[in-house]
């Protein structure tokens, strides 16, 4: 070994020696071996480490090599993170996260609208609302008025017949009641639906809007404080506060813009399948595996964990 080479060697191993050591978790649909070993080469990891069929760990790795293992990920299509070596889900305190295209697949107020016949020019505002492209509150009070005259009715239907969870999103609440960790629903959407997930998966908490019902029907307006971006925040400080429990142990998941002041009141942020305004802020970026890839992130420590589940309800 030349000197140049040695003292690198030594300089990054009493680097490391100084610091919290990390690990790269590495997840996909499919995890190819030719890419395992150059995340390893790229990020100069000690072992590689089986966590599943579509998940693997990397000992030892360089956080510095951030930029050339994001770029080699894009192109594998796998998603990444780096974490400290030990942490846990039992590490966390609370879990916030969204609920439509988070932890539903399915964006309820356009799939309301879609029994009104105006699914295409809601369904473009609430993309456009989640790009940060427009103020929310405004889309949510002209999406809402858009389901005026609509049956009671038609909210079970949503319920019963679109609303799907995505992949892992039973696990990981199965997994964060196990390890003690409270969980809390908050989103733009409808109270009809949150509380009824929120019973079906056992979150702790749950907040959302209320729509106006007049004789059976949707009166195109909600009641009561809107839960927008800032109400979503709010709802997580309050329980911060609430519960004792600090900034550095909340974890928020969530896909739009409206998430953000959510995921900044906490010291761990995931995009899960998220627009590129969220991806870009958020500490870890989910976009191709499930919920449970978080467990993968952080496992559960319970010695209690089940198998996978997939999307359903």
Not at 5 to 23: D, K, P, Q, T
Not at 178 to 183: G, H, Q
Request: hydrophobic residues 45%; charged residues 25%.
């Amino acid at each position: 070994m030349g000197l140049s080479a040695f003292i690198c060697v030594y300089l990054r191993i009493h680097l490391l020696e100084g610091s919290e050591a990390m690990n790269l978790v590495v997840q996909g649909n499919e995890v190819e071996t030719q890419d395992l070993k150059e995340l390893h080469r790229l990020a100069r990891g000690a072992a590689i480490e089986r966590i599943s069929d579509e998940a693997f760990r990397i000992t030892k790795a360089d956080p510095a090599a951030k930029r050339e293992v994001a770029a080699h990920c894009a192109q594998a299509r796998l998603d990444w993170g780096f974490v400290e070596e030990g942490r846990t889900l039992a590490g966390f305190g609370l879990i916030a996260m969204d609920m439509d295209s988070t932890l539903i697949s399915i964006e309820c107020i356009d799939e309301i609208a879609d029994f009104a016949g105006r699914k295409p020019e809601v369904a473009a505002v609430t993309a456009a609302a989640m790009r940060g492209e427009i103020d929310w509150p405004e889309s949510l009070r002209r999406r809402v008025r858009a389901l005026a005259g609509l049956d009671e009715g038609t909210l079970e239907r949503v319920y019963a017949e679109r609303l799907r969870f995505n992949k892992g999103a039973e696990e990981l609440l199965a997994a964060a009641r196990r390890n003690n960790v409270r969980t809390l629903l908050v989103s733009g959407g409808f109270t009809y639906f949150t509380d009824r997930v929120r019973e079906k998966l056992g979150f702790d908490f749950a907040y959302s809007n209320s729509l106006v019902v007049e004789h059976g029907k949707l009166a195109g307006s909600v009641t009561g404080d809107l839960v927008d971006a800032q109400g979503k925040a709010a709802h997580v400080a309050r329980l911060k506060k609430e519960l004792g429990i600090a900034r550095e142990r909340v974890m928020a998941i969530g896909d739009g813009a409206n998430d953000l002041p959510m995921m900044a009141e906490a010291g761990t942020s995931v995009a899960y399948h998220a627009k590129p305004v969220v991806r870009e802020k958020a500490d870890y970026a989910l976009d191709y595996a499930g919920l449970d890839a978080v467990l993968n992130l952080f496992p559960d420590s319970s010695g209690l964990s089940a198998s996978r589940s997939g999307s359903g309800k």
